[in-house]
């Protein structure tokens, strides 16, 4: 069974989209209608609210290539750049299980894993899978998706949905997630950020 490739991208909001969110709305409607798209996603993070997401979800890899090898891109990406604050950070993940549900979920946790020096990645993925079974038999979560960064062999990358942000934290202050969490603390360098997101629709 295949499971998507979301593209991530999170960027500086510029004061023009903050006033007319609109300017993205052409490359959404054409995304919505490319083979290969599965939806777009996209909220503000909660930590810096001047940060946009945006989660493109692809079938494959192979279908976002399509889509920006269409004679058409340039002009498509050329109508949203006024959202544009920054130059976005974008990954792709090939994710190992469906990550609607935690995208869909009313806060979503962003969150990398950094191999340290001497680590590997067979090192971490028991421990990914302990998070994804405890994720799923919190009560406040959505589930959880978990993926490596690709072109980025040392990264690895999951999506969480929870009921809010304080219940994330919550769960991982103490009991089963907290002792997972401080394990990969051993092995990777932790990253996370919360987004409310919404899924586009015309």
Do not use: C
Not at 18 to 32: E, R, V
Not at 49 to 69: G, I, M, Q, Y
Not at 133 to 148: C, D, K, L, N, R
């Amino acid at each position: 069974m295949s499971f998507p490739v979301p593209e991530i991208a999170v960027f500086k909001a510029s004061d023009a989209y903050k006033a007319d969110p609109s300017s993205l709305h052409g490359l959404f409607d054409t995304l919505a209608t490319t083979e290969g798209m599965s939806g777009t996603y996209y909220g503000f993070e909660t930590e810096d609210p001047s940060n946009l997401f945006t989660v493109h979800v692809w079938d494959t890899k192979e279908a976002s290539l399509a889509f920006r090898n269409r004679k058409d891109f340039d002009d498509v990406v050329a109508a949203s750049l006024p959202a544009f604050g920054s130059q976005p950070d974008v990954s792709h993940v090939q994710f190992t299980s469906d990550v609607i549900r935690p995208l869909a979920a009313p806060a979503t946790e962003f969150v990398t894993f950094t191999l340290k020096e001497g680590q590997s990645v067979e090192n971490l993925l028991p421990l990914v899978k302990q998070l994804y079974e405890g994720v799923a038999i919190t009560p406040t979560a959505h589930g959880s998706s978990w993926g490596p960064v690709i072109g980025k062999p040392d990264v690895y990358y999951g999506i969480l949905g929870w009921d809010t942000v304080q219940a994330h934290w919550d769960a991982v202050s103490a009991g089963p997630l907290k002792v997972i969490i401080d394990n990969v603390k051993e092995i990777a360098a932790i990253s996370l950020v919360h987004a409310l997101l919404k899924k586009y629709t015309k």
